[in-house]
T-cell receptor, first 113, second 114 residues
Framework: AQTVTQSQPEMSVQEAETVTLSCTYD???????LFWYKQPPSRQMILVIR??????QNATENRFSVNFQKAAKSFSLKISDSQLGDAAMYFC??????????FGTGTSLTVIP | GAGVSQSPSNKVTEKGKDVELRCDPI?????LYWYRQSLGQGLEFLIY????????KSGLPSDRFSAERTGGSVSTLTIQRTQQEDSAVYLC????????????FGPGTRLTVL
């Protein structure tokens, strides 16, 4: 069975500072994909970053980067130079077949001006 | 190009009534997913369509829930005899292929069952 765990229901960060959101997962597959999605109050889920498990290099997208620790089954998201527009729910997700995606329960991020 | 669209944006219904929720995926996307998001919860997988293959219905919570996808494009999620616990946001997503490609989400339909 695949599971995704986000242990931080809420996080806050000062504007322009850095914050790290945690995600751990469990899967018996060796090949899989991990995602971070952002859901602002508008409800529209937006892909933030994507990581293939076979790639050792951590994915980076502008101010967003991940720390992928395959052996520890950890996939944290780092947001640098936080902006007010980063305030949202952040979901970690896992898939190995593309048929089913497994989502964590989310972390609500508040950005303090 | 146009993204995934869903209609209606909000739906209020009375307990026991049937509802239909619609999803228009991105043109050319062969994979389509339905999820349910209850208040304060993550996304619960409901059903997955891939091309002309039989759908993966393993996430449907009861036989009151069904979905179809006509012509490999538009999908309708139907909930019969709605219950108050069906109240949630229903999200649709599509992706370009049968592999582990990125999903693109619609804005969701907020269903409220009174």
């Amino acid at each position: 069975a695949q599971t995704v765990t986000q242990s931080q229901p809420e996080m806050s960060v000062q504007e322009a500072e850095t914050v790290t959101l945690s995600c751990t997962y469990d899967t018996s597959e060796s090949d899989y994909y991990l995602f971070w999605y952002k859901q602002p109050p508008s409800r529209q889920m937006i892909l933030v970053i994507r990581q293939e498990a076979y790639k050792q290099q951590n994915a980076t997208e502008n101010r967003f980067s991940v720390n992928f620790q395959k052996a520890a089954k950890s996939f944290s998201l780092k947001i640098s130079d936080s902006q007010l527009g980063d305030a949202a729910m952040y979901f970690c997700a896992l898939t190995n077949t593309g048929n089913q995606f497994y989502f964590g329960t989310g972390t609500s991020l508040t950005v303090i001006p | 190009g146009a993204g995934v669209s869903q209609s209606p944006s909000n739906k209020v219904t009375e307990k026991g009534k049937d509802v239909e929720l619609r999803c228009d995926p991105i043109s050319g996307h062969t994979a389509l997913y339905w999820y349910r998001q209850s208040l304060g919860q993550g996304l619960e997988f409901l059903i997955y369509f891939q091309g002309n293959s039989a759908p993966d219905k393993s996430g449907l919570p009861s036989d009151r829930f069904s979905a179809e996808r006509t012509g490999g494009s538009v999908s309708t999620l139907t909930i019969q005899r709605t219950q108050q616990e069906d109240s949630a946001v229903y999200l649709c997503a599509s992706s370009s292929g049968p592999d582990t490609d990125t999903q693109y989400f619609g804005p969701g339909t907020r269903l409220t069952v009174l």
